[in-house]
């Protein structure tokens, strides 16, 4: 494949509560640090991730184009999805050849209504969503079913937030990732824009799987569409050092670290992870920047970022990244 | 554009006002199947599938990719929802073909989907952001102050709109999969209707259809059957609140047939094109698209649509299909034109067949005409 590289990761302080700025307020201040990082000002593909639901209308991806000051008009897409999966459609459409540079976002202000029970919403409509399991009763059912020490999960990744300056002041390590307002930016940059640059964190692999959507029809204790994606990303080619994880409840740190392969070795969420700042349809996305500030600041030669979607992680998406093409 | 990518398979379900009998996935399956059997295949022969769909107010279902991927075979494979406003049927094939013309996949089964009758649109499209006024009018009254500003610029007569809303119901009689088949439809039944946004009948707007519509997308190495060749494709974005925009021929839907023509290889999309099937909701955008995609002049439009030129029996046939005006379940609406743009350079198109159509153009638009979805497709190799 065409080498992509991370150039350019920026996000907000993330906030537990709504601090009265609309969705492109949120999203300007990520925009313009990635623009300022890269040196880019113009993209040659934009893409985006958000809900609809979390505003409770429909379109909450239109004002965005205001934030990014589209003009003259812009190649761009968005997917009702996590951003990671906006910056694999990016990654993609880097590989066509002919673009050089993408703009990746997301934003999400969970904030605004019960997030709980907006998830349900997520459900098959005719079986499952009648029965009225929220995200919590959901994400219960697979704690009971996986073993292992989940307070010092929670405890860990409390105590690696304390070191991050974006992540909320929780003031006590939560099994549960905190309802959270905000957004974040990744630019990639491929073919001639890699010539010059000395701080990139090359994606040596990507890749996502979905499982199917009952319950009934997995084994709650594994993550086969995350095995595969590790597989299909080339996770096991090489020693992790970090690993970013989409971990919404601590007992999926536990599902996913053996369905990536990851050894006692690897550090994992050293962000804190999800458990310390949850911006709902940022927060894949953020992984990805986290493992690449990883890589690029020389703490992790090799680093791995997960991002999750559908209840009891049915969608994950996994990268590699490297200072290496 | 990358590798050569091909539409192999095309299925859509019978647009109708409310499909009681089946669920939404139970829809998107029977469209899936038909495109994968239109192809020879079967699920196991898809690497990805590729969902697309308008706001998820309009079912209730949030994110619904997670719901559907048991119905569309997508366990175990990448799935991926695409969500571009009105655009977005266009904007998933064009994703699906990303990942064929980006080398990941051999062969991406799209699937675009609305079930209006689960929710009211029109009331779905009114809530508002927060902090934001809801303007309370829908997507027609939306869109009709600016076919008017259209009208007071070009001159054109009156009529105008009812030419198109009989032209493509007219082409909806010979599309078995039309929702709206009105026999004996003419300017006077059009004309008895009620105005709903002025200057906009209810027979010059589209209708409320449950649907979904599926492809299958080849890279060359793994094509089967009748491929439609992609000649080219884009997509282009511009900021609705943009004080300077000309929302009667925005700035986006010139960039992007531009774009798209560049790749194909077209100077004269009137000359160069065999048929199109343009995104067009309100009758009036017929000719206001014309103009918008270069047919014409400026302030031409409408005396092509007068003229014929735009008939089945014209020299530049539009939605020979009968267009979104006579079917719009509106996530699929998009892939509709997609797809009936390759069924014609296929030669599959039925009654509604343009004799010996080789390249054709597929349309969609949204937002508030700020997204735009292009492609051209061609039944030779590019």
Redesign the interface.
């Given at each position: 494949?065409r080498p992509v590289a991370v150039a350019a990761f920026a996000q907000t302080t993330h906030t537990d509560h709504d601090s009265g700025l609309?969705?492109p307020e949120l999203i300007l201040p990520v925009i313009r640090a990635v623009r300022e990082q890269s040196g880019l000002t113009e993209f040659g593909f934009?893409c985006s991730g958000s809900?609809?639901?979390l505003?409770?209308?429909?379109?909450?991806?239109?004002?965005a184009?205001?934030a990014?000051?589209?003009?003259?008009?812009?190649?761009?897409?968005?997917?009702?999805?996590d951003a990671a999966?906006a910056l694999?459609?990016a990654w993609?459409?880097?590989?066509?050849?002919?673009v050089d540079s993408a703009l990746v976002y997301g934003f999400g202000k969970s904030s605004?209504g019960d997030l709980r029970e907006?998830?349900t919403?997520?459900?098959?409509?005719?079986y499952?969503?009648p029965l009225g399991l929220d995200q919590l009763s959901y994400a219960g059912l697979q704690r009971s079913a996986v073993q292992g020490d989940f307070p010092a999960i929670a405890r860990r990744s409390w105590e690696s937030a304390q070191t991050n300056p974006y992540a909320l002041k929780l003031p006590e390590p939560v099994e549960t990732a905190p309802i959270t307002d905000g957004a974040a930016a990744i630019v990639l940059v491929a073919g001639d824009l890699l010539h010059d640059r000395t701080n990139l964190a090359y994606i040596n692999g990507i890749?996502?799987?979905?499982?199917?959507?009952?319950p009934g029809?997995r084994d709650l204790t594994r993550s086969?569409?995350a095995a595969?994606a590790a597989t299909a990303a080339g996770v096991g080619k090489g020693p992790v050092d970090v690993a970013e994880l989409h971990v919404q409840f601590a007992h999926e740190e536990t599902v996913l670290a053996e369905a990536l392969g990851l050894s006692g070795d690897t550090l994992i969420n050293p962000s804190g992870g999800p458990l310390a700042a949850n911006p709902v349809m940022a927060t894949g996305l953020i992984r990805i920047g986290e493992a690449a500030s990883r890589v690029m600041d020389g703490t992790a030669a090799r680093a791995v970022a997960h991002a999750a979607?559908?209840?009891c992680l049915?969608?994950n998406l996994v990268a590699v990244l490297s200072r290496e093409s | 554009?990358?590798n050569r990518c091909a539409v192999i398979g095309v299925g859509q379900t019978h647009y109708t006002t409310r499909r009681r009998d089946v669920?939404?996935?139970g829809l998107v399956r029977e469209a899936a199947l038909r495109a994968l059997e239109d192809a020879g295949l079967t699920f196991a022969d898809i690497d990805a599938v590729v969902v697309g769909k308008?706001?998820?107010?309009?079912?209730?279902?949030?994110?619904?990719?997670?719901?559907?991927?048991?119905a569309l075979g997508?366990?175990?494979?990448?799935?991926?929802?695409?969500?571009?406003?009105g655009s977005v049927g266009g904007?998933t094939a064009?994703?699906g073909a990303?990942?064929i013309?980006?080398?990941?996949h051999d062969r991406v089964l799209v699937v675009a989907y609305e079930k209006q009758s689960e929710s009211n649109a029109t009331w779905?499209?009114t809530?508002?952001?927060?902090?934001?006024s809801s303007l309370v009018v829908g997507a027609g009254g939306y869109f009709a102050p600016h076919i008017r500003e259209y009208m007071r610029r070009s001159g054109a007569p009156g009529h105008i709109g009812t030419l198109v809303a009989v032209k493509d119901r007219l082409n909806a009689l010979k599309n078995p999969y039309a929702h709206l088949r009105i026999p004996g439809i003419d300017r006077a039944m059009v004309e008895s209707t009620p105005m709903l946004w002025e200057p906009i009948r209810y027979l010059e707007t589209c209708p409320s259809s449950d649907g979904a519509c599926a492809i299958v997308l080849s890279s060359e190495r793994a094509v089967t059957g009748t491929p439609a060749w992609v000649h080219g494709g884009?997509?282009?974005?511009?900021?609705?609140?943009?004080a300077g925009?000309d929302t009667v021929s925005?700035?986006?839907g010139i960039?992007?047939a531009a774009d798209v023509y560049r790749q194909a290889g077209v100077t004269d999309p009137r000359r160069d094109l065999d048929v199109a099937e343009v995104y067009v909701p309100f009758s009036w955008y017929e000719p206001m698209w014309l103009e918008n995609l270069g047919f014409c002049g400026v302030n031409e439009g409408w005396k092509l649509t007068e003229a014929g030129a735009t008939a089945l029996d014209g020299d530049i046939p539009w939605n020979a299909s009968g267009g979104v005006l006579s079917s719009n379940p509106i996530g699929a609406s998009g892939l509709i034109r997609f797809a009936e743009a390759a069924l014609q350079v296929r030669g599959m198109a039925g009654d509604h067949q343009v004799e010996g159509a080789r390249r054709a153009l597929g349309h969609a638009y949204g937002?508030?005409a700020?997204?735009f979805a292009m492609w051209i497709v061609g039944a030779e190799k590019p």
């Open positions: 494949m609309s969705e934009t809900c609809d639901y505003a409770g209308a429909p379109f909450s991806f239109v004002s184009l205001d990014l000051g589209a003009w003259p008009p812009i190649q761009e897409s968005h997917v009702e999805m999966f694999y459609e993609v459409r880097l590989q066509h050849g002919d605004m907006i998830m919403l997520q459900l098959d409509p005719y499952l969503a890749a996502h799987r979905i499982d199917p959507h009952y029809m086969a569409s595969a979607s559908g209840p049915q969608h | 554009m990358g669920s939404m996935a308008a706001p998820d107010l309009f079912e209730g279902v949030m994110m619904p990719e997670a719901y559907l991927a048991d997508a366990a175990g494979k990448p799935m991926t929802r695409v969500h571009t406003a904007s064009l994703v990303s990942l013309q980006g080398g990941v779905a499209l809530t508002h952001l927060p902090f934001t884009a997509m282009r974005s511009e900021p609705i609140f943009r925009r925005p700035q986006a960039d992007c937002g508030g700020q997204f």
